[in-house]
């Protein structure tokens, strides 16, 4: 009697996929909140110091690297005129991206754009990305839930015939165990990289028309010509432009964050928010590192792309991966791969941080609201 009242119990406790996507995309929106004023501070710096020489570059809502094109004519709303500082003349007719160029530093920045601009222009250009990040978070985080969940269940089921050796306790769809057993590593492995890889199969071709429509100023009903336009020249194929690069550095991070972040989260020997966060960035941090130079090579690639596809300023035939690690090798040596690890850190340790802890604050909301409903019926 007492087992069947606590799988009445853990039945209830369980997550539907969307109460699952409801948690993922509410941490989704917390990270981007977090996270895009650091991106957006990081952009104008290297603008006015004319690093940017590139005619795209990524902005990232601490969820995707999004490609966005820059539009470098005052005729096309880029580099304003010149004027005084500090006036709200100069900070106007002009992209975010291109505003005031009078900046000592990242809190320098972030007091003079609050002050000159307004608070709101440190989320600058977030929700034309939010559109397909948010949506890319509920896919990935919901598919990982649902996998994780499938795989253990069959690993038990396989086990048990084989009487019983190395089984785990049976993994609800919610992704949590029913209680503090463990599962296998090489579970959250496969079920974080197969999650990616679909996710990234959804969002490539969205992503790709997503920089498309907002680079070249296309209206809506012109989407459907412009796709025409690309798999004619290009084939079916370009619509995954950039494809193998990131699953190249999304697939491997994911297979490594998620046996790395519950190991790291069991080693507390209790839950809590502050426990999901820690866990979150150490696992984070770990992955982004090991991954790196992935990073590189996918970064590298979304800029071409941007520059050959979007904005039509370089010709010819994209360069492979294989080929941008060789230039790379060639001009910088090693170290050339592992180039940016501390902004990679800085940037991807917060917001694994902030996503996880609000994903399982989000999770434990739901499993309490279920509880309550069961008692009240």
């Known amino acids: 009697m007492g087992d069947n009242n606590k799988m009445k119990v853990d039945s209830v406790l369980q997550l539907t996929p ?3 996507m409801m948690s993922s995309g509410a941490g989704a929106l917390m990270v981007s909140l977090f996270m895009t004023p650091l991106d957006v501070v990081k952009i104008r710096l290297q603008t006015q ?8 570059f990524l902005y990232s809502n601490g969820i995707m690297d999004h490609l966005c094109a820059k539009q470098v004519t005052f005729k096309m709303n880029g580099d304003p005129p010149a004027r005084a500082l500090h006036t709200a003349e100069e900070i106007c007719n002009c992209k975010w991206y ?77 992704g949590s165990n029913t209680d503090t057993s463990m599962s296998p590593v090489w579970i959250s492995l496969t079920a974080g990289g197969l999650a990616r890889t679909w996710a990234v199969t959804v969002v490539n071709p969205l992503e790709l028309v997503r920089t498309k429509m907002q680079s070249q100023k296309m209206k809506f009903y012109q989407v459907r010509s412009g796709i025409k336009d690309l798999v004619r020249t290009r084939g079916i194929a370009g619509l995954w432009s950039g494809y193998t ?34 866990s979150g960035a150490v696992a984070g941090s770990i992955a982004s590192t090991v991954t790196l ?5 996918k970064t590298t690639k979304q800029i071409e792309i941007g520059e050959r596809d979007i904005m039509a300023v370089h010709r010819g035939v994209a360069r492979t991966n294989q080929q941008i690690v060789q230039d790379i090798l060639r001009e910088q040596g090693v170290k050339g791969l592992f180039s940016g690890l501390t902004p990679r850190i800085l940037k991807v340790a917060p917001a694994c941080a902030i996503m996880i802890s609000s994903y399982e604050f989000f999770k434990k909301f739901f499993r309490t609201q279920n509880l309550m409903e069961r008692n009240e019926l």
């Open 18 to 20: 969307r109460q699952q």
């Open 49 to 56: 110091d004319r690093l940017m020489t590139k005619k795209c």
């Open 98 to 174: 291109n505003r005031p160029k009078y900046f000592n530093g990242t809190l320098d920045a972030i007091v003079k754009i609050s002050r000159t601009e307004g608070v709101t222009s440190l989320w600058s250009g977030l929700s034309p990305t939010l559109v397909l990040a948010i949506p890319t978070t509920m896919i990935y985080f919901t598919t990982y839930e649902q996998l994780k969940a499938m795989i253990a269940n069959q690993y038990n089921k396989y086990t048990e015939l084989q009487g019983g050796l190395g089984s785990v306790k049976r993994t609800s769809p919610d």
């Open 245 to 278: 690069a990131t699953l190249l550095r999304d697939v491997p991070f994911s297979a490594l964050y998620w046996p790395l972040y519950e190991q790291t989260k069991s080693m507390f020997g209790y839950e809590s928010f502050a426990v999901d966060f820690a």
């Open 293 to 297: 130079p992935f990073d590189v090579i």
